[in-house]
């Protein structure tokens, strides 16, 4: 799993930071989501890795222009430009689809692949064989949500140093025994996947917060998340602003991430009163104020890449090869 960060700035966009886009792929699948789509994430994207045509579904935390301006820009282009036949799904708070409507009723537009809005309420959105997708009202001035993605438990970690004993040379036939697999060796001897498979790993998880105040509900969809990603709109030094707009400072983030017991925070939708690196607050102060609660904490940046990995050690299922990514 990587998260890309396609827009790291809050309210609008600057030379530093575009409005708010984070796109979460799967290695195994070459597949990517997208969570919310400000103005400019279509350009955001072409400077980027990532393939318009691999973009499977798109979550909307809430209505705010800085997170869905760009998203019938998108959608057209994929159709217009990029011809691509796959469907996509997006999931938002109750109005999105009316907005879709109206703006579709004086600007229409061809979408030529099968494109399904689903309005989402608190509880399990989404329940794939891999992982599901929750969403937990959050506090903000519009109703908003924020997602958590987690994996379902994956098959135990192959014992690397008992299969190289076994003289099993490493390569594709890791991945058949992780599976639980039969292999034949050249040397006709029978090894069962099985023998040399752990028990079942935890899987991954990641929460979204989109646009919120500190708050509880956050905290519990937090729990025990390998990333948090938090928006982190204000130094706390400008509380009464963040309160004011139904925001969070960078200490409060760091307060839900340590509360709700998060392995990693990300600080992201970050006011562009910090993109000055000589103005009297900055964002690299925004980030230290956040590590003095929660050590473990990063401040995204566009483009920026971060790999969510499994624990080390663990054989991953999607590295046909082996590794730990
Ligand atoms: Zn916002
Ligand atoms: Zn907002």
């Known amino acids: 799993m990587i998260l890309s960060f396609l827009g790291t700035g809050s309210g609008v966009p600057s030379t530093k930071r575009n409005v708010s886009a984070i796109a979460l792929s799967f290695r195994k699948t ?9 103005e400019g994430t279509q350009h955001q994207l072409l ?19 800085d997170h869905i301006f760009g998203l019938l820009g998108l959608l057209a282009s994929r159709s217009l430009s990029a011809r691509v036949e796959t469907r996509i799904d997006v999931y938002g708070p109750p109005g999105l689809f ?40 959050v506090q903000h001035r519009v109703p908003a949500f924020a997602y958590a993605i987690e994996e379902k438990p994956i098959s135990g970690a192959l014992q690397v140093e008992k299969a190289k004993e076994l003289g099993i040379p490493p390569g594709p036939l890791f991945g058949a025994l992780k599976r639980g697999e039969t292999v034949v060796l050249e040397d006709g001897r029978t090894i ?13 998880k990641v929460v979204v917060s989109g646009d919120t105040m500190p708050c509880e509900a956050l905290q519990q969809l937090a729990h025990d998340a390998d990333v948090l990603i ?16 139904g ?26 009163r910090y993109d000055d690196p ?13 590590r003095q609660t929660f050590p473990n904490t990063e401040l995204a940046h566009d483009f920026w890449q971060y790999e969510v990995k499994r624990p080390r050690g663990i054989l991953d299922r999607d590295d046909p090869n082996g590794g730990t990514a």
Request: glycine share 6%; hydrophobic share 40%; proline share 5%.
């Open 230 to 245: 938090h928006e982190s709109t204000y130094a706390h030094v400008h509380l009464e602003l963040a309160v004011r707009s």
């Open 278 to 290: 000589e103005g009297e607050w900055t964002a690299l102060q925004v980030l230290e104020e956040a």
């Open 47 to 65: 400077k980027s890795p990532l393939k318009i045509s691999q973009l499977e579904k798109i979550f909307i935390t809430h209505l705010h222009g």
């Open 192 to 204: 069962e996947g099985n023998t040399l498979v752990g028990p079942m790993q935890a899987g991954r």
């Open 98 to 137: 009316d907005y879709v409507q109206a703006v579709q009723a004086v600007s229409p537009m061809h979408i030529g692949y099968p494109l399904f809005f689903h309005t989402i309420e608190p509880g399990m959105i989404l329940d794939t064989d891999e992982v599901t997708v929750t969403c937990a009202p």
């Open 30 to 38: 070459g597949k990517w989501w997208l969570f919310d789509c400000g």
């Open 247 to 272: 925001h969070s400072t960078a200490r409060q983030a760091a307060e839900i991430a340590k509360a709700a017991k998060a392995k990693q925070l990300i600080l992201t939708h970050i006011s562009p």
